[in-house]
């Protein structure tokens, strides 16, 4: 009786063990075919050279390594992680805001206002991106319309502030919704029981819903840094040839420089500076 009673949790975790194996081994074999290997791939072209006519040739050498500290490109790196940042700045600004109303609205107005804000990700990305082209050019709407009262024309298009609008524009969704998450957690007689101290409104802001909030912050400027960060379909049709991102310069590097090599080791810095990130929201977010 002792010996089957003991088997019986043995073979139990077993089954557990295994039905989670079969359950898993999808994903895993998606993650590893389709994102490890390639990751692979990439990173150990770093310490090989370039072809005479592209391509990779299979001898050691730091040289790309060496180049990635060059002026030009830690400039083209820092005006990156500049227009990322001013770009989750102003998402925050706007999306903090729109959250706090959207979490204050009555029950069947909420689910409306959500739908609009995702709204946009029903279209494709490129056409919303291409439709600021059309906005801001110059016989654009925009152009167009400050002719009519005596302005303009003015240049629009292909600088810095457009790749920030442009940019803001596509991922201030993902600032809004962990926001609204976040601020619809919080339990309403918090914010009562500060007022009934005799806090202020913004007080009470202060010192009770931001704090409580700081973990949708840092989620919400998580999600809209990282992809702004490496995106290169807004630079390229909003700043042209006058603003290159590093998602650009990674580009070119594979598919017009044909140097592979030095490609996959922007690509690793990238990444390297994300996982960064990504340690730092973590360690934040326990602080928080």
Do not use: C, H
């Not at 002026?71 to 700045?89: C, F, H, N, R």
């Not at 913004?202 to 919400?220: E, N, S």
């Not at 996959?264 to 990444?271: P, V």
Request: charged share 10%.
């Amino acid at each position: 009786m002792k010996s089957e009673v003991k088997t019986q949790p043995v073979s139990r975790s077993r089954g557990r063990w295994l039905g989670a194996f079969v359950f898993l081994s999808p994903g895993l074999a998606y993650l590893v075919v389709l994102m490890l290997v390639p990751l692979a791939l990439v990173f150990s072209y770093t310490v090989f050279q370039r072809g005479r006519f592209g391509g990779v040739v299979y001898e050691f050498t730091t040289e790309n390594f060496e180049r990635l500290f060059d002026p030009l490109y830690l400039s083209v790196l820092g005006d990156s992680l500049k227009i990322a940042a001013l770009t989750t700045l102003i998402a925050l600004l706007v999306g903090y805001p729109t959250a706090y109303l959207i979490a204050q609205l009555p029950k069947k107005w909420k689910t409306l206002a959500l739908v609009a804000v995702v709204l946009p990700f029903w279209t494709n990305f490129i056409i919303r991106v291409y439709a600021w082209t059309i906005l801001l050019s110059g016989p654009g709407l925009v152009n167009s319309a400050l002719a009519k009262i005596g302005l303009g024309p003015y240049e629009l298009l292909y600088n810095q502030g457009t790749i920030v609008a442009g940019l803001l524009y596509s991922y201030l969704p993902l600032m809004v919704l962990p926001l609204y998450a976040a601020i619809e957690k919080l339990d309403p007689q918090l914010r009562e029981a500060s007022a009934n101290l005799g806090a202020s409104g913004f007080t009470t802001f202060r010192k009770v819903t931001l704090p409580l909030t700081v973990p949708g912050v840092l989620t919400g400027s998580l999600f809209v840094f990282v992809p702004s960060f490496g995106n290169f379909v807004i630079p390229e049709m909003l700043g042209g040839n006058k603003s290159i991102m590093v998602g650009n310069l990674i580009r070119n590097q594979f598919l017009s420089a044909r140097d592979w090599p030095f490609g996959a080791t922007l690509s690793l810095a990238l990444i390297a500076v994300l996982v960064v990130l990504l340690i730092v929201q973590a360690w934040a977010a326990r602080r928080a």
